[in-house]
């Protein structure tokens, strides 16, 4: 069982730079998907950027241009620099690593979260 590991959140102030890192116990070349998610306060968790096996990355809107995902297989880590820090960027940010299995049964992995601050 993998187990993921978030940290680097903080409180910054808005216009600055957070990187969030993610470690994994186990290889993370064995996720065909790899992602950061986030909750605010009073809201459903939210997809912000996830990237795929082969280097494909994808974007929320409201990041995109702001926060860059990258992954490093020989150090079993996700990262997601975060530039340009909004006030609504504040959440607890999420680690994922998915698993795609047919008929629908992808296996997910979660961590327990970083926490990023961003006062208006």
């Known amino acids: 069982q993998v187990q993921l590991v978030e940290s680097g959140g903080g409180l910054v102030q808005a216009g600055g730079s957070l990187r969030l890192s993610c470690a994994a116990s186990g290889s993370t070349s064995s996720f065909n998907v790899m992602g950061w998610y986030r909750q605010a306060p009073g809201k459903q968790r939210e997809l912000v950027a996830v990237?795929?096996?082969?280097?494909?990355?994808n974007y929320a809107d409201s990041v995109k241009g702001r926060f860059t995902i990258s992954r490093d297989n020989a150090k079993n880590a996700l990262y997601l620099q975060m530039n340009s820090l909004k006030p609504e960027d504040t959440a607890v940010y999420y680690c994922n690593g998915k698993v795609l299995v047919p008929f629908n049964h992808d296996v997910n992995y979660w961590g327990k979260g970083t926490l990023v601050t961003v006062p208006s």
């Open positions: 990237i795929i096996r082969g280097g494909s990355t």
